[in-house]
């Protein structure tokens, strides 16, 4: 009997390689092992840090999130820095995310899958601005997110929601109808039911 061929699968990224992908980019499987001295997105099959973030920005993240998680209605939940499977070469990391957990394996479960994402939040730190206000939008949108919140802060330290709904035929968002920009109090009907006081998120 001759001799069994297999081919290799792919190389698996380490410690003193991933800074130089392949040509095709990285795949999740090939990077998820990783253990890093920072935290990172996996965009188009590179390995992208994720700056530090001021105190501010945590605060409001958390406090975003506990907002949301008191709000929810069946059959949502919400989680904060947890990693989506767009595809295997981007996985981002919102701030905050609201999803369908639905037919969803938690025990097993590596990176929520975009189609079970309802909203996608973003605070926008100095070293974000361009991935939150236009790549994140763009790549989620495309993938037909529902909703999207970009949250800014502004010179006088107010918080600022930008809100912003898909329009699935062109899989692009528009600013929500009633309401795109929320200062001092959000208040809105999608995904589901919420009214959150932007000052207490940020206040000390």
């Keep these: 009997m001759g001799a069994v061929m297999t081919t290799p699968g792919p190389a698996r990224a380490t410690e003193d390689t991933w800074m130089f992908p392949p040509g095709d980019g990285w795949t999740f499987d090939q990077v998820k092992h990783l253990e890093l001295p920072f935290d990172w997105e996996l965009v188009d ?3 992208v840090a994720r700056g530090q973030a001021k105190f501010w920005h945590n605060r ?12 929810r209605s069946e059959p ?21 995310i609201v999803f369908d957990p ?12 975009v ?24 790549l989620f949108a495309a993938n037909k997110v529902p909703c999207y919140w970009r949250v800014e802060l502004d010179r006088d330290r107010q918080l600022a929601v930008h809100e912003y709904w898909l329009n699935a035929d062109t899989r692009s968002y528009f600013p929500a109808p009633l309401h795109s920009v929320h200062h001092g109090k959000l208040i809105t009907e999608m995904p589901f039911p919420v009214e959150i006081d932007l000052g207490g998120l940020v206040g000390f």
């Design 45 to 47: 099959g590179v390995i």
């Design 60 to 71: 409001v993240r958390d406090r975003l999130m506990y907002a949301l998680e008191a709000a």
């Design 76 to 96: 949502y939940e919400v989680v904060a820095e947890q990693c989506v499977m767009v595809d295997d070469r981007n996985t981002p990391k919102p701030d905050v």
């Design 102 to 113: 639905r037919k969803l394996n938690f025990f097993e479960l590596e990176c929520v899958p």
């Design 115 to 138: 189609e079970h994402v309802t909203l996608v939040v973003e605070v926008v730190s100095p070293g974000s601005r361009q991935h939150d206000r236009v790549r994140k939008p763009a």
